[in-house]
């Protein structure tokens, strides 16, 4: 029997290596913020002329310009690069289980519009939910005053399972409103702009990427935890999706054999201890099996407004059941970190979402109860950081999903020719 696989690699021929140069050289340009023609050809490892012809063409295109002279060489001034932000705008829009976030922006996420409305989202059905987003669109759309054809496109984050390279979402569990949906043919058909689409834990490993913390990083893991838990596993600068579009369920790991059953049909699922509603499930169920705690007092008596954010106050006060909760989170963390950096050993484990108001109380506990699990390895081992982007990962990585067409995609780069 065969093994289905190929390494078969397509050839390349000399117009699309000229739109693969574009895309680099264009990454780099934004990487740097500001950087002078010789600079560029050092760091792509581009010959000068061919950096000369491309920088031409894209400042004649209006997507890169001249920011003024550098610092002198050799008593000559060179002029430094930088993109043009203003040139085209992004639209970037998060479904979720409570709300749908939008934003639209330039390409350096510096004049923004920010949207969010909580009457449709993912608990939602789709019929409603989809002429909401189209309204929220068209609403930023017509805030902003842009000529629609300074529109790049749409980036569509939403929890999976999805197809990212189709565009279609797969009925996420507990959403029966959401049949299968093929949002990217919908909203290109209804609003005409190229839109992609991808879960919320790889657009927030992107964004991390382009934005936050993990700049430097080519190899790391991306662990989402916010209403479920998702992970975005990025593996040489390249999200990993597996072979059906579904790896990176980290919060779907079984750490305890005969624990309870989660949604998805399997027991003991990490999601089961970390995501915030279990921790604050567990605090409320201890209050109301006696325990006296800060938290009712802080929610003055409504059990129903326990916020993660509340309990992780009440343990920095030394409250008990808060710190018992926190406990609970912290080892099962641990165990899934643990489990991340022995399967993939990554250079960082990131840690996004909601718990960052969580990091003063459980960082030095968290790295050194890993460490203490983990594998024997060298000198060298997997960092843990917290976001930079919190909660706004996601939204950036939507955001960050049409600008990645832009560094990688050099057919979007054709288009652009065409658009301007
Ligand atoms: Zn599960």
New binding site residues.
Partial sequence: MAIRGTNKQSGRNLSDIRLINRSVIFRTVREAGTISRSDLARQTGLNPATITHITRELLNQGLIIEAGPGKSRGGRRTALLQINAQHAYIIAVRLSRHNIQSILTDLNLENVIRRMITSSSLTHPADISIPAMFDLIESMILESGLDRNKILGIGICAPGPLDAHKGILYEPPNFPGWPRTPIREIFETKLGFPTFLDNDANAAALAEKLFGCAKDLENYVYILIEDGVGGGVMINGDIYRGEFDVAGEI??MTIEINGPQ???G?YG?L?LYISPDSVEDRVRQAILNGRSSLVEDLVQGDLDKISFDLIVQAALESDAVAVDAIQIFTDALTVGIVNVINSFDPEAVLLGGKIGVAKELIYEQLKQQTFQRLMPRGEKGASIHFSELNSDAPIIGAFSLVLQELFQNPAFHANLDMSY
Avoid: T, V
């Fill in positions: 919060g779907h989660c949604d998805c399997n699922c999601e």
